[in-house]
């Protein structure tokens, strides 16, 4: 989705910003993503064998998913509406 609301090619971590920018989000909301967009980057690459990582609860990982959703649809309006 951050890909297609910024026309960048670059991972959610890297459109970070612009695709914050992109979607002209209140304050709160934008503080919202980006710490929702650093909150998923942990858990989205593996970590070292030397490393451990601590596991989400199961009612924070469905939290999650409708978070998820939640952006998605707030991307999804402001694609349409431009």
């Given amino acids: 989705m951050a890909k ?3 026309g960048r090619d670059k991972a959610l971590l890297a459109n970070k910003e612009k695709f914050i920018s992109v979607l002209e989000l209140n ?9 929702y967009i650093e909150y998923a980057n942990q858990y989205r690459h593996a970590v070292k064998p030397s490393e451990k990582r601590e596991i989400p609860k199961r009612n924070e990982v469905e939290a999650f998913y409708y978070i ?9 309006q402001k694609l349409a509406s431009t």
């Fill in 4 to 6: 297609t609301a910024t």
């Fill in 27 to 35: 304050d709160h909301y934008k503080k919202m993503l980006g710490a």
């Fill in 68 to 76: 998820t959703r939640i952006f998605v649809r707030l991307s999804i």
